[in-house]
């Protein structure tokens, strides 16, 4: 069978070895077609080519080896490693000890028929639907760009796409490319969940390094609020009878989600910004002869700003008339943008999709209104290529995203 031992592959992140597979070595040189459409030309000689400037998906196809002792093992491994390959959804990471300083992004889409013998060794090939780039594992390193006019150099003979990663505002020139940082608001911030009684309040310390006195910064945001019976009575239902500056949604009997309409505080001024009011009707329910009442209540929901930077979200509600049952309130989430860029943010700009995008709470926030990427997406052509930026951007590096074919 001519099994390799030590050659193996890796499809999204796990070793073909775990499965007791290995490669014999077919295919794992091969090269993409160009996308060239060939065209006859009557009155001309030969015929002219019309390069679309873009390669074709490739077949990679291995030939792999399998082999235990035992019967049952191999019929074992067998299942489990066709269960691995099928698994996969959309393009995943692939590479072989072959080739071990490059990858590529794969979909597997086939079967698999084992050729085996005596039920303890079988062979078969395996293909993958690959794009066209062989992308080198050097490529995925950032490199810093300490001083404009420093330059990065590209090994390869094709444009490469790179992520920028950067903080401040401002203008980058890549390859007769620019883009502008801006201080337009992007995303939403999101709080921490929190929980507390009849009254309550939140605070989030903003990123407000860049803003100034007069600067404003907007937010929105909800609270949920809970109805429960004390002991020996329950809560049937809560009805809003009106309400004003906010919306609200029933999420059960028992409970409302109330949407804070969307505020907006200007930095150093204190003072509240933004209310809502809700009335309801309770019904509750006494267990032990289902005889029920009828109360009415007012919620009150506000934000404050103390003029610096805490955030204050409150929830208040008038002293219950009935004493059969008593409220609870918790809020969920309070979500806001600043019109400064805080400078200690960075933001990502990927030139193969033309996206931008930030990261705070382990969320990923589009950072799109906050960058102008200009005509054209940036590459890094092959040699070397200057990057210049303006003073205003305190940190630039680099992940080029080197590739050959």
Known sequence: ??????????????????????????????????????IEVP????????DQGRFQNIQVTYKIGMFDVNETNFATKVSNFRNWLCSKVGYVRLSDEYNPDEYRMAVYSGGLELKHDLLIAGEAEITFDCRPQRWLTSGETPVAIANSGDTITNPTLFDAEPVLALEGTGDITINGQTININNDPYGSVVLLNADSG????KDRTLNVSLMDIGDTFEGG????????????????????????????????????????????????????SAQGTINVNVVVKKISDSSTATTSKTINVSTNYNGNNI????????????????????????????????????????????????????????????????????????????????NTITSLAITPNWWKV
């Open 1 to 38: 069978m001519g099994i390799a031992p030590y050659k193996t592959f890796t499809f999204d992140g796990v070793s073909s070895s775990t499965y007791g597979v290995y490669l014999t070595g077919d295919g794992v040189f091969n090269a993409p077609e160009r996308a060239v459409e060939m």
């Open 43 to 50: 009155g001309r000689n030969g015929t002219f080519a019309l």
């Open 198 to 201: 009849v009254s309550m309040t």
């Open 221 to 272: 945001g909800y609270v949920v609020c809970g109805y429960y019976g004390k002991s020996g009575y329950s809560v049937q239902s809560v009805t809003v009878t009106s309400s004003s500056g906010c919306t609200v949604e029933q999420i059960k009997a028992n409970e409302l989600r109330v949407y804070l309409q969307t505020f907006t505080h200007t930095y150093g001024t204190s003072g509240y």
């Open 311 to 390: 955030i204050y979200f409150a929830v208040t509600t008038s002293a219950p008339s009935n004493t059969n049952y008593q409220t609870q309130y918790h809020y969920d989430t309070i979500t806001g943008n600043s019109t400064k860029t805080p400078i200690g943010d960075t933001i990502y700009i990927d030139m193969s999709i033309g996206e931008a995008w930030t990261v705070e709470n382990d969320e990923i926030i589009s950072a799109n209104s906050a960058v102008s990427l200009g005509s054209d997406l940036m590459t890094l052509p092959p040699g070397a290529t200057a990057v210049t930026f303006d």
